[in-house]
């Protein structure tokens, strides 16, 4: 195990893509009644009925809504030519395989028009750097499928090191959070008959050992948190039935999840239980002696694990020991001596007004930080492996787009030739993506896979530009020009934004947008709002619960500064977004509807009142606020797209999809917001598949299909 970041790690399983109004709201006229108001009743909801996932009444209307949807966009003359662009892109035999892994494989799931579900496949790193690899199938999604009737979709397994010979291996039924794990041999290609295995749940599975697995799953009443993930965790041994597994951590209802993580690294094997206590604090505490020694250490302190050392990255300014480490810094500290009670520290990253770390790899001996400097993309490491203080350099790397890490060190392994080895990908908005094969010490680096250009970038062009918001903030965003694009006013503009959970949004490149929209003659803009983590968890904190008006207010300035530099106007511009980004894309058609002509609203939260009793929504209100709290409801409600609908407004013909396998943001919100605008008089579009989870397709075709519609109704709505 590299890293037991397990905040982290729940964070990226809660959320994907993963958004109250300022609190100078409750100074406006007819704040002294807020508390009266926010008491009241809210009326009864006419739709909550659309909440029943599988209900026939509902399916009936949606199968209603997406026909007619389907009908009118289906008929644009840009669908076909765009769906099939899209596949292209998508099913493309150059795309970079992402692999991870584990012992002498690197391991790959590879989905293309003959293997819709995908081939969970490996190779050698000797023969991926070759440039058509010999790849062997280790398992065969569709076949499965096929044999056992049911729609598949992979969500990767867990192996136990260092022969990575046992996985858990974990099926979702259409895209779903939720997932049958069952027992696999990755030697016979196998699962393994009377194995251990676990019915239909959002479980949580580590191995202690070949005969024993720590679980987290639906035990029964009492075993989940409100938000629907595990609270307790069990010691499960092979042979035994479920039902014997020991309690051996619980964590609490209002919790988020209790997880565990085993780390397994030679001299210092160690558990982890943590209770994830909201979204962004956690409490640890390591096995030790058969018992749980709490680790003593601020709940909003991230902690990871490395060999001997503990990383901390403080989410708020923390005094310690006589000094103060700003927000968002990352420390390095001896263990053992820590619980011993010295707090000694070494700061491996300081946060800037501009400089935020993104993220972190661990190689035997080095720490390779990512680094976002005005939202670019730089690297560094910090060199552990001489018995002097640890050496700082810079790593010369392709700039200004972005840069990902990713170490080959199994720390399981006494011998690895490759701990100090490393994946580096780069991408912008107009280079195709690139994956190096770097070693620590040096910048030099092998090219392993490059993409051709999915697109003509001949004449297209990007810059960063920064908007002023409501508060005097300078927002960042970037705009991609297509070729021979001038600012008169007239570009159909799309603008794409999130602006919640800490989760940066960096340049890219996407053979799909390029060819369905730039190439086509659209301007792309990417805001960098508060709320998201491009400037550390300040810029993150800035814009949540009471504030979470701020991440609007920047996105409305935005929106604003590209009707004023003329890029565009509000008849040619759209915005999209997805999930948090739904909900930003709700309150702000809301609140502005004069600024746009054209909305694309992805699986979104959009009920504000109800999300916390809607599946995972309960593992959100450390960044909304409770409904439920008079306060925090006076708030809330102010911005909460589906009690700020009026009849009295004109707003663009809405876009609005979701999936009915979305088992995290559910589906309800979508529906029933199209029920409240259609009611009022407003027209609108819906499409549901179902399928696809919260990621709102289970295959390329069902990706092409459905982002085929979403750009045949932004031409429809911003076409000259």
């Known amino acids: 195990m590299k890293t037991l970041d397990l905040l982290r790690l729940k964070r990226r399983q809660l959320t994907t893509l993963g958004a109250a109004v300022s609190l100078a709201a409750a100074l406006l006229p007819g704040a002294l009644h807020a508390a009266e108001a926010a008491s009241a009743p809210e009326p009864a909801d006419p739709h909550q009925w659309l909440e029943e996932v599988l209900g026939e009444k509902p399916l009936a209307w949606v199968k209603e809504r997406n026909e007619a ?172 039935p479920l039902s014997d597994a020991r309690t051996v951590f619980e964590g609490e209802a209002k919790d988020v999840a209790a997880s565990v993580l085993v780390d397994r690294t030679p001299g210092h094997q160690r558990v982890l239980f943590q209770r994830a206590l909201d979204f962004y604090t956690s409490s640890s505490f390591l096995l030790q002696g058969g018992k749980l020694v709490k680790l003593e250490i601020p709940d909003d302190v991230e902690s990871g694990f490395w060999g001997p050392w503990m990383l901390l990255k ?111 990908y780069y991408t912008d908005f107009l280079t195709p993506d690139t994956l190096f094969l770097a070693r620590t010490g040096s910048d030099e680096r092998q090219v392993l896979k490059s993409r051709q250009a999915q697109f003509d970038a001949a004449g297209l062009r990007a810059e960063q530009r920064f908007a002023i918001s409501k508060d005097g903030t300078r927002v960042p965003y970037f705009v991609i020009w297509p070729k021979g694009a001038t600012a008169d006013g007239s570009n159909p503009t799309l603008l794409y934004g999130y602006g919640g959970f800490e989760v940066s949004l960096q340049p890219g490149y996407s053979g799909g947008r390029g060819r369905a929209w730039l190439s086509r003659g659209g301007v792309y803009v990417l805001a960098n709002i508060r709320g998201g983590g491009e400037f550390g968890p300040a810029w993150h904190q800035a814009a949540i619960k009471a504030n979470k008006q701020r991440s609007y207010e920047d996105f409305i300035a935005v929106a604003e500064d590209l009707v004023k530099a003329k890029i565009t106007s509000p008849r040619h511009l759209g915005i999209m977004g997805g999930s948090n980004g739904g909900l930003l894309m709700g309150a702000t058609f809301t609140q502005r509807p004069d600024l746009f002509n054209a909305v694309v609203c992805q699986v979104p939260l959009l009920d504000m009142r109800r999300f916390h009793k809607l599946l995972a929504g309960a593992s959100w209100m450390a960044e909304y606020g409770n409904p439920d709290d008079a306060k925090d409801w006076e708030v809330i409600r102010q911005y909460s797209p589906y009690h700020n609908v009026s009849k009295d407004k004109t707003y663009p013909k809405v876009f609005f999809t979701t999936s009915t396998r979305d088992d995290r943001v559910h589906p309800g919100h979508a529906r029933k917001m199209v029920a409240r605008m259609t009611e009022l008089g407003h027209e609108v579009y819906y499409y549901e598949n179902t399928e696809g989870g919260h990621g709102g397709a289970a295959d390329n075709e069902q990706r092409a299909t459905l982002q085929a519609l979403e750009y045949s109704y932004l031409w429809q709505q911003l076409g000259r």
Not at 352 to 374: E, F
Request: a positive charge; proline letters at 5%; one cysteine or more.
């Open 314 to 424: 403080p989410r708020n300014d923390w005094t310690v020991a006589g000094g103060t480490f700003k927000s968002g810094s990352l420390l390095i500290t001896d263990l053992k001596a820590y619980q011993r009670g010295e707090r000694k520290f070494k700061v491996l990253f300081q946060p800037t007004a501009t400089r935020s770390l993104s993220g972190y790899s661990l190689t035997r001996s080095r720490v390779l930080l990512s680094v976002i400097d005005q939202v670019a993309s730089k690297l560094e490491e910090w060199d552990f492996s001489k018995a002097q203080a640890p050496q700082h350099r810079e790593v010369k790397a392709p700039f200004p787009g972005a840069l990902h890490t990713g170490a080959l060190y199994d720390s399981e392994l006494p011998k690895d030739e490759l701990a100090e080895r490393y994946f580096l």
């Open 69 to 240: 949807s389907f009908k009118v966009l289906k008929a644009r003359p840009e669908f076909n030519p765009i769906r099939q662009d899209l596949l292209g892109v998508l099913n493309a035999r150059d795309r970079i395989p992402g692999v991870s892994r584990m012992g002498g494989f690197l391991y790959n799931l590879w989905q293309d028009e003959q293997h819709k579900r995908g081939l969970w496949r490996r190779t050698t790193l000797a023969e991926y750097q070759k440039a058509d690899p010999a790849w062997e199938t280790v398992l065969d999604l569709d076949a499965l499928g096929a044999a056992e009737g049911e729609s598949w979709v992979f969500h990767g397994a867990q192996c136990l090191g260092p022969s990575y010979r046992r996985c858990m291996v974990n099926l979702s039924r259409g895209g779903s959070d939720a997932q049958v794990s069952r027992e696999f041999d990755t030697v016979t290609k196998q699962f393994i008959k009377g194995g251990f295995a676990l019915p239909e749940a959002k479980s949580q599975l580590t191995w202690l050992d070949e005969n024993t697995l720590f679980v987290g799953t639906d035990f029964g009443p009492g075993s989940l948190t409100d938000s629907g993930y595990p609270r307790v965790i069990k010691q499960w041994k092979r042979g035994t």
